[in-house]
């Protein structure tokens, strides 16, 4: 806890400064001037919490409010198959063995990617988690990006701009 909240000072105060397009797995990237166009509040970091993963931090009225992170899908499958997979990791992984699917809709890509997402919530180790995970989907790669909720009432602040962010991600030119 002290360390999410240390972080979360650290960043409070960091600039936001970045032109290059961010790697945020491999083969999928985010513009980040596309970003600041759209007025996103974003910021790339290397969170240790999520395991070194490089990870979007966002912000919503100032505050910080999600964490984004991407990984590519190693073993493609048709989408239900992924839907499947990812449910009973999620039973798994929680105190009661289930979760309970709080919406789920798709986000229109700019660029190569049908993107169907879920926002979950559920508990695990005694901590309530809302995640929102998105099925980025494209004739060559998908990915599962990841978004993990900081400020729970504002879940549809959150939503709307990972929706958005989700939108602006493109495959890496070959």
Known sequence: MLRLLGLCIFIA??????????????????????????KLTIKMEKVDTFGGLETLVGRVNGRLAYFVSAVPIDQPARKSVLWQRLSAELKRNSDQKRY?????????????????????????????????????????????????????????????????LVSLLRPASP
């Not at 995970?133 to 993990?148: C, E, F, H, I, R």
Request: charged letters at 20%; aromatic letters at 10%.
């Open 13 to 38: 105060f960091s600039p936001l400064c970045w032109g290059e397009p961010i790697a945020l797995a491999d083969g999928l990237m985010l513009d980040a001037e596309v970003a600041q166009k759209h």
């Open 100 to 164: 309970t699917l709080l919406r789920e809709g798709t986000v229109a890509s700019e660029h190569a990617f049908d993107v169907e997402y879920k926002v979950v919530d559920y508990t695990q180790a005694g901590t309530r988690k809302i995640q929102i995970y998105y099925l980025l989907d494209a004739s060559k790669s998908s990915y599962w990006v990841t978004a993990t909720t900081v400020v729970v009432p504002e879940l549809h602040a959150t939503l709307a701009r990972t929706n958005l």
